[in-house]
């Protein structure tokens, strides 16, 4: 077994803030680690192999514990339910799930439709409700579903509120706030417990710190 700590680190929008949050915290990423193709970086200074994935496939390679630690936002924990521990809220990516359509809503069927990225979360929050719909999953663009006939009303993450408001569509209902997290394998929690927690105790300084600030 290695000794490095192997960290999946989502890509995308969460990426630079996370790293950003790793330096604060004392790890010295190289300025080359923002820039690289690479999908494996290992740095012994900092006592860590990285893997840089899908944002919404890291709780499986945290599950799967080809991963010790993982940075995943709170709605693809939901989305995804796999069995890791989250250990820590790292305040970062912040945005929100909510439920949006045209401003004039003319629905008229039964069981609504609901085009979404996220077909578990949406199906639980509905089934809270106590409303009935059918759920279409889609991979992106999902403000287009309503434009164009394919779903009554939508599942998704609102940041800015921008997307929605170039595309005509107001928010109706908030479902939750959304931020990333730490997320540990259980099994590696137990091998790696000294290490792990020193990360976590590390970053959580620097998580407290800038909330003092704000
Ligand atoms: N405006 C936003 N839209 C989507 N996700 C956001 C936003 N702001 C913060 N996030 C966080 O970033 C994560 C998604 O990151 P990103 O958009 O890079 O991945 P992705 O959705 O897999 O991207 P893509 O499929 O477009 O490559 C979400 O899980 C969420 O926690
Ligand atoms: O409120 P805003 O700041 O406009 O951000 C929200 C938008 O950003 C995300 O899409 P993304 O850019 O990831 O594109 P996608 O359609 O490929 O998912 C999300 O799905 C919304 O569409």
Not at 47 to 63: Q, S
Not at 141 to 148: D, G, K, R, T, W
Not at 170 to 188: D, F, G, M, Q, W
């Amino acid at each position: 077994m290695s000794s490095l700590l192997t960290v999946a680190m989502p890509k995308g929008r969460i990426f630079q803030e996370a790293v950003e949050l790793l330096r604060q915290a004392g790890y010295p990423l190289p300025p080359e680690f923002e820039d690289s193709r690479k999908l494996i970086i290992e740095i012994e200074e900092a006592g860590m192999r990285f893997i840089l994935a899908k944002p919404m496939d890291v709780p499986t390679y945290v599950e799967h514990g080809v991963a010790d630690v993982g940075i995943a936002g709170k709605d693809v924990m939901l989305e995804e339910e796999r069995d890791v521990y989250e250990v820590l809220d790292l305040k970062i990516s912040d945005c929100y799930l909510a439920v949006a359509g045209l401003a004039e809503l003319k629905e008229h069927s039964v069981a609504p439709k609901i085009a979404t990225k996220y077909p578990n979360v949406a199906a639980q929050y509905f089934r809270e409700q106590g409303e009935q719909v059918e759920i279409i999953k889609l991979n992106g663009s999902i403000e287009l579903a309503p434009l164009i006939g394919l779903a009554d009303r939508i599942v998704d993450i609102v940041s800015t509120g921008r997307t929605l408001k170039e595309n005509g569509l107001v928010e109706l209902e908030k479902i939750r706030e959304i931020t990333s997290r730490i997320i540990v394998n259980p099994a590696s929690y137990r091998m790696k417990a000294a290490v792990i927690d020193e990360l976590v105790e590390r970053l959580s300084k620097v998580v407290e710190s800038k909330e003092e600030i704000r």
